[in-house]
């Protein structure tokens, strides 16, 4: 700003937004403008003008916030990099730090990435353009414990080992608030095999089967087990649907929704069930998104970080309990490397979508067929799946996965093949890179 240049300021969510603005006036003695996609047209209008105009020199938004008209931008910051929020899903689909290192290159501006825990992608960049990188360690870190279900196996029907119910049982009578956190909001049967250790679909028929137990759990089958093993604590259960957090409760069985709250409530333990379920996700995303909840779990965590799971050597989880950010992400990216995963490689989704299930399934395989005679040797594609929970908003979607280098290239092959079956029978076609 002391050379008449102007910035970006980028947060995940809109209710970032008005903290850090704050925060950036009482520091600088500017005003700061705002882009927020809840803003009223008319609002969205006085804003765009004094950026454009250069009354506003500093911009504060979510991801749109990006291609806000700042005039002789000079720098940059998109904090919490690593947050989901960033990547637009719908059209125009973009990945918000994408478009920071493109204006980056056609304005000469500096950047700054801020987050506790980068995204592999980032860090493979930083690795190969030699970014440079500054780390400010937490000075105290919550102690780790991981409980081993193989050799502390819970009591059948519930999801609490003896060892977790001792550390809860050890913050309770030191008087410390107790979080235990278990990221499932329904009932959800779930298979496992405590042989081999790690989940599966039940093969019908076969030896194994019989050594499968079906368990049905929920945050409300976990609350009904910590009332049941602690009668005199003050239970309550906290999720998305909860009109208001519990601040009076002692122990406090959570989804993800409790997250922004930990700062607040500094609990002595928190309690992690069921992690492995987090970490198998069919999601390349998965290792580093339970790393980065872990980590933060170490920081808010006065006293202690407990964690069942069935994987005890599993990398992400020993490099929680080490704080081993390098180790991690040498890992991580190693794994990526080896499977093709970016940012090694990409991703290409071809979402097709419409109201009758029997036409977009035939054109997508229609158009699977004309995919297949545009690759090349290096290139792959993959057979069309059906999206997700499938029928979305009476509309069925399914999607054709293609993997590649070079995405430009690809893109510009298939293009002319999707044009093709766009709005044909009434389905939607859209190209999503790496979603």
Known sequence: MAQGRGVIVLVPEVNLIESVKSMIEGACAVIAAVIDRKLKPSEELVQWTSIKNGTSRVVVGTRSAVFAPVDQLGLIVMDEEDNSAYKQEQSPRYQTRDVVFMRQKFEGCDVVFVSPCPSPELWGIIKKKKISVEIFLNKQWADT??????????????????????????????????????????????????????????????????????????????????????????????????????????????????????????????????????????????????????????????????????????????????????????????HRRNLGFPPYQHFISIQLRGKKEDVVADLANQLYAALTSCLTKQEQIFDPQAVGSFKLRKQYRFSIMLKTVFVEKLIKRIRPVIRGFKNKKGVIVTINVDP
């Open 145 to 334: 414990t991981i409980v081993d279900l193989a050799n502390y196996k819970p009591r059948k029907g519930t999801y609490l080992s003896y060892p977790m119910i001792n550390h809860i049982e050890e913050a309770l009578a030191n008087d410390g608030k107790v979080v235990v956190f278990f990221n499932r909001k329904g009932p959800r049967e779930e298979t496992r095999n405590d042989q081999i250790k790690y989940f599966y679909p039940p093969a019908a028929g076969s030896d194994q089967e019989r050594r499968l137990q079906n368990w049905q759990a929920s945050v409300v089958k976990v609350e009904a087990d910590l009332k049941k093993f602690f009668p005199y604590a003050r239970v309550a259960r906290f999720d998305q649907e909860s009109a208001r957090f519990p601040e009076e409760a002692n122990v406090i069985v959570a989804t993800q929704a409790v997250v922004k709250h930990l700062r607040r409530i500094h609990p002595r333990l928190l309690a992690v069930l069921a992690i492995d379920s987090e970490l198998n996700r069919f999601d390349f995303h998965s290792a580093h998104r339970v790393f980065s909840l872990l980590m933060h779990f170490r920081q808010v965590a006065q006293k202690k970080l407990v964690i069942q799971t069935y994987q005890p050597q599993e990398y992400t989880l020993a490099s929680v309990g080490k704080a081993d950010f390098a180790g991690f992400y040498q890992q991580e990216l190693k």
